[in-house]
């Protein structure tokens, strides 16, 4: 099976590609299915550090690029735009972690959003999807494992918030059938309601300590399909944080955004904000 670091297919990168950057002050600052919209590299309110990140992944993606060289292009980009204050900074080790976390993160949503069209274009004539755990992964989560194997209509409302990755570092992903496939290997396909692990489960956020009720088995802010909601229109995006986010963040954002859109747009996003005139 191809993986997220190989040669890239065209879905894949144009899902990248087509992100708008954004910035953001913490990692939690944007989540779930806003992502399919939005780049974000948590710290970087620069449009510049941000173009940079951006294109660096871009070119992984693009061009398969290693992590090693993806974190040489990170320090260099670090370096040249003096971007100072983030988690990581403090230590060599540190730094190459978050290099990490940059990279493999997007590779691997990006490969899985662009899975998910094409899964999604042949529906009609391969139906079921069947969820894999990758082996490569050397403390998988019980709850991957147990999903394992299992087959379920690609329509299915489970995929949508169980649709992989799942989490930070987890590489499993889906296959298709055909109805000819299931009849042949004697596949009983699943239901959402019938899978394991299908409670939900609290967990506290810490910097908030709101309880919130997330998969048991998805980590927070992975309950989405990546891919799925990549037309979400940019002021529906933005009016779902309207609540979530800080009157400061909200007009570093718009300040951000007000050279690369139209007048009639600006103020639309101003409104979804809450932020009057802009």
């Known amino acids: 099976m191809a993986t997220y ?4 297919f065209a879905e ?15 990692w939690d600052d944007l989540l779930g299915a806003a992502h399919d919209r939005a780049f974000v590299v948590a710290g970087a309110m620069q449009a510049d550090l941000l173009t940079d990140l951006h294109a660096a992944v871009a070119k992984a993606r693009e061009q398969g690029t290693t992590l090693a060289e993806f974190q040489q292009d990170f320090e260099k980009i670090v370096a040249e735009r003096g971007w100072t ?12 972690w978050r290099a990490r976390v ?11 959003a662009g899975r998910h069209q094409q899964m999604t274009a042949i529906a009609n004539r391969r ?9 490569a992964v050397t403390t998988p989560r019980p709850q991957h494992l147990a999903w394992n194997g299992k087959v379920l209509r690609y329509d299915d409302p489970w995929w949508s918030t169980h649709y992989p990755p799942n989490g930070f570092g987890c590489r499993c992903f889906v296959e298709t059938l055909s109805e000819h496939d299931v009849q042949r290997l004697g596949i009983q396909p699943e239901t959402g309601d019938a899978m394991p692990y299908n409670d939900t489960v609290e967990q506290v956020v810490p910097r908030t300590g709101e309880v919130i009720d997330l998969p048991d088995g998805v980590d927070r802010g992975w309950d989405y399909a990546p891919g799925a909601n990549a037309t979400t229109p940019l002021v529906d995006l933005l009016a779902s944080k309207k609540t979530a986010w800080t009157a400061d963040l909200s007009r570093s954002v718009l300040a951000f955004l007000k050279p690369t859109v139209s007048a009639d747009l600006f103020d639309a996003l101003a409104t979804a904000l809450g932020i009057s005139g802009g």
């Open 12 to 26: 894949a990168l144009a899902y990248l590609r087509g992100k708008i950057n954004l910035p953001t002050q913490r």
């Open 102 to 112: 940059i990279y493999e993160t997007n590779l691997q949503t990006s490969y899985q």
């Open 85 to 96: 204050g983030w988690t990581g900074e403090d230590s060599k080790g540190s730094r190459a």
């Open 127 to 135: 139906p079921y999807w069947r969820y894999r755990h990758n082996d």
């Open 5 to 8: 670091g190989t040669l890239p």
